[in-house]
């Protein structure tokens, strides 16, 4: 080419303030595009990473590599991408239109997940909705979508549910004109065939990297959502990219429906090199909250004991080695895992032993059948109505789930808290409610149970205790604090009032962790409760 100049504005456009793809506001909350800012860190762990592996290679320098976005909303990680290997291509090709033609046409590859962000990844990476249109930088497509592939993709029935994915029929089951949210990267069986169909040959993706939708509407039944991230997660996996990297809700770390298998699988793989976590999604998704926050991770061909942890507050970052592994969850602060390890040290039992199980006496939070006045044979009902604590009465007859702890006393804990450290120092729990014996509760509570007043007054002054709200906060990474949620919270002997102090000094707490736990946890009174 003659001139350079005006081919290479597109490239340079990008740098400027504001950039058009940090504008554009979310399709929805499971589908949240990724500011530029996040993608480009993301891609530098990524180039990291590479040359660690790599003797210090550049990956922007190699023209072999190839780099696929299977779930592409805005193209903003296909566009970095380019640009970074533009620049890094530029002593070995130095023909731009012939360096831009091989970046697009041979390295650089997408799956739109709609329609209309395949066309809005397609304007991002090659200026142009049409690969072959005139205004495209792509000189070289025979095709007009590219190396950007979308095609609507049907569920797959199984009675009322999709085989590949959470999907109800009653939902989904859809007329053409509207989008299936059959998302073809993880419908299928079989995805290096897939792949090999879509692109017409047969490839081996050297990285995987990109932001996934994070839930599929009514997946969980009725309006519950069901988390569908990780099944981008395990899809990725199976092609074997020497680096996968993937932006996800941190909930997996210590929660979520159905992400046991999930969660175990990450934290024991000794291949995730880097984990890089904000505990509130606003520090990088700007007006999207995510409970929980979110992260990205970095998985590699090299096998590691340890991983690189990165944790962002307010935009400060704290970054250590830790092994994944250690516990059935991951503690996200290795000041918190210190003091748990003490703890667990003890040898107590755990505090589950004398807790209720969710929904404890089968009634749903949204429980009517109640009187406002109590008749014979009626029992108290503890509730929230409208959010607030209300009691009613119900026919003791009428419970059959765990009637065994009607005549228990009990101290009632709110299964709805705060948002998993969304805010620092944070009260986790709301205030603890004591019950009297007999009595029942609805989904919103579950409760320790005793056999007097006095073991009831001293279980209260633990669940008010910071040391009992920071052990829950270890596992309570979203706003529900469910039955395993206390699994890590020890039992104690009901013969007194339970203070910090007391609890402190049992574990052999130091200055310094005592003084983490007041930072992180502020002080609860009873006055109320």
Known sequence: MSTEA????????????????TCIANLSNDEVFTPPELANQMLDTLADAWAEANDGASIWADATVTFLDPFTK??????????????GLAEQMPDLQVRVDHILTKQVFGIGITSLTALLARRSVYCSKDATGEHSIAKSFDRDWGNIWFERTEHTWAGARCVYCPAQRERFDRADALESHAYAFIHTSDIRVRLARMFGVDM????IVGNPPYQMAGGAGGSSDSSIYQL??????????????????????AGGRGMDEFRSSMLSSKRLSRLVDFPVSKDVFPGVEVKGGVCYFMLSNELSSTCEVTVFREGIPSVDQRQLDEFDIFVRDPKAAEILRLVLAAGDESLTVALARDTPFGLATNFQAFRTSREKGDVPLYLTKQGRRDVGYVARASIVKNAHLIDKWKVLLPKAGSDGGQRIPDMVLGKPWLAPAPSVCTQSFIFIYVDSPQQAA???????TRFFRFLVSLRKITQDALFSTYSWVPL?????????????????????QIGYIESRIKSMELSDA
Not at 204 to 207: A, E, K, P, R, S
Not at 232 to 253: C, G, N, T, Y
Not at 458 to 464: H, W
């Open 232 to 253: 981008f997660v395990d899809q990725a996996i199976k092609l074997e990219p020497r680096l996968l990297s993937m932006v996800i809700p941190s909930r997996w770390m």
């Open 6 to 21: 005006p081919t290479k504005a597109p490239f340079a456009l990008r740098g400027h303030n504001p950039d058009v793809l």
């Open 458 to 464: 001293s279980a209260l002054s633990y669940s008010s």
């Open 204 to 207: 081996q993706f050297d990285v």
């Open 74 to 87: 805005s193209g903003v990680f296909l566009r970095e991408i380019v640009a970074r290997l533009v620049d």
């Open 492 to 512: 104690q002997t009901w013969d007194r009032e339970w203070t910090d102090q007391e609890l402190y000094a049992k574990y052999g707490l130091t200055d310094g």
